[in-house]
């Protein structure tokens, strides 16, 4: 039989290796480029012929794959076509957030077994990455993948990452569908595959599905799943939260983390917020319960030093933001929150030194210029009151407790005098 499509080209790649029946179609992510295919390392790894497809027009897949088909029955087709070819009597899908759902559309139509990873079961949700990024030209004619997993032959295993109320809301509406298992994993973000690939953890757990075997319980797998009604809570909480309605948020916040106290992001968007609604005080619980949980995570201990801040707390919030700077000097809002709580504390010569290190890492922040311009302003007006008095001369401060930083601002003011 003559070969359906050429081999190669802008949107996919076959691979074939001799002797093999099995054929394993790899479908690209939203940052798919033409010519370029993700995932190539891990199928070479495999032993079986791969299909790398993508599909950089952003139309998640239902427009076809140029080259194979002009829509998707005629790629369906083709691959249909090229399995024959080839010899193969299984075919499998993989993908990665576009990809996953493209792997799912097209693999319960070819019979195929598919796993999936933060899959849009269901497109244009209110704050999902299609109603951002899907084409304003693409025709979307199966926008919910419903009716495809419960035709599905095969079985179709969904992953999902806890810590992204997208996905997992789209796998926990068809978890439990005939042929269809939905999995969650702890610690790691929408980018599952990715993550898992870097762990060195991808290409075994390919393997194995593709020998068809199940793939073990991994050592960061979650329960969320096991608490009926907090996907559903998580992402009204998580969409209430980016519209900022935050009444709806904290309602719907404070139902998921009831359901299910061990997701940090639910706890952390709780917090965030009622910490928006100055409820800084029912915040604080929230935002410690993310921090035990996720105690790296970045933008949680940010907005429990911003809390700690407004419970005037001083001191256990600068060694947050003093703890951030460590990790990452460049980090300009932590400069800017110490040197609001430097003011506060009337210490102006230390906010001031914090002041213009934030404006240095972000003068096109008006916010930090225009801290920075008030404690200038007090300076100016009274520089008696630069720092807090010191016991051997309460208008001079000990230079000798100042870094070389705050010391030179030191020096600006006693020349004033």
């Known amino acids: 039989m003559s070969q359906p499509t050429a081999l190669s080209g802008p949107s996919f790649h076959l691979r074939t290796v001799r002797d093999s029946t099995k054929l394993v179609l790899f479908f690209g992510g939203i940052g798919a480029r033409d010519g370029r295919f993700q995932y190539w390392k891990v199928g070479k790894a495999l032993d079986a012929h791969c299909l790398f497809l993508s599909d950089a027009r952003k139309h998640w897949y239902q427009g076809g794959v140029p080259g194979l088909g002009d829509d998707l029955e005629a790629t369906l087709d083709s691959i249909r076509r090229w399995a024959v070819v080839l010899g193969t009597d299984e075919i499998y899908a ?25 899959a849009e079961t269901i497109l244009r949700l209110e704050s999902s990455r299609s109603m951002r990024m899907l084409a304003a030209d693409a025709h979307i004619a199966h926008p919910d993948l419903l009716d495809a997993i419960i035709a599905a032959e095969k079985p179709i295993l969904t992953f999902a990452s806890e810590e992204d109320p997208i996905d997992l809301y789209c796998i926990d509406r068809v978890n439990g569908l005939p042929n269809c298992r939905a999995r969650t994993i702890t610690g790691y973000k929408h980018d599952l595959a990715t993550h898992l690939h870097r762990a060195d953890q991808l290409v075994p757990m390919l393997r194995t599905f593709v020998d068809n075997r199940p793939i073990p319980l991994l050592q960061n797998e979650g329960r969320a799943l096991s608490h009926p009604g907090f996907a559903e809570a998580f992402y009204d909480l998580f969409r209430h939260v980016r519209a900022g309605r935050y009444d ?18 639910a706890s952390y968007l709780t ?18 319960n993310a921090l035990t949980l996720a105690p790296s995570e970045p933008g949680y201990r940010f907005l429990m030093g911003r809390c700690l801040a407004q419970l005037r707390e001083y001191d256990r919030a600068i060694a947050i933001f003093d703890g951030i700077i460590a990790e990452r000097p460049d980090s300009a809002g932590a400069f800017h929150q110490i040197a609001g709580i430097r003011y506060r504390q009337c210490d102006l010569l230390q906010a001031l030194a914090a002041s213009r290190r934030a404006v240095a890492l972000a003068p096109a922040i008006k916010v930090y210029a225009t801290l920075r311009d008030k404690i200038e302003a007090r300076l100016a007006v009274s520089p008696a009151q630069a720092a807090p008095a010191l016991p051997d001369d309460p208008m001079q401060p000990d230079q000798t407790k100042l870094s070389g930083l705050y010391r030179s601002v030191v020096e600006v003011v006693s020349r004033r005098r």
């Open 271 to 288: 917090g965030k917020a009622l910490f928006a609604m100055k409820q800084i005080g029912p915040a604080r619980p929230h935002l410690e």
């Open 248 to 265: 709806e948020a904290a309602a719907a916040g404070t139902f998921a983390v009831s359901l299910y106290p061990r997701s940090a992001y």
């Open 94 to 118: 993989f993908g990665q957030s576009m990809g996953a759902h493209g792997a799912i559309l097209y693999g319960a139509r070819l019979g195929a077994r598919v796993i999936a990873f933060g």
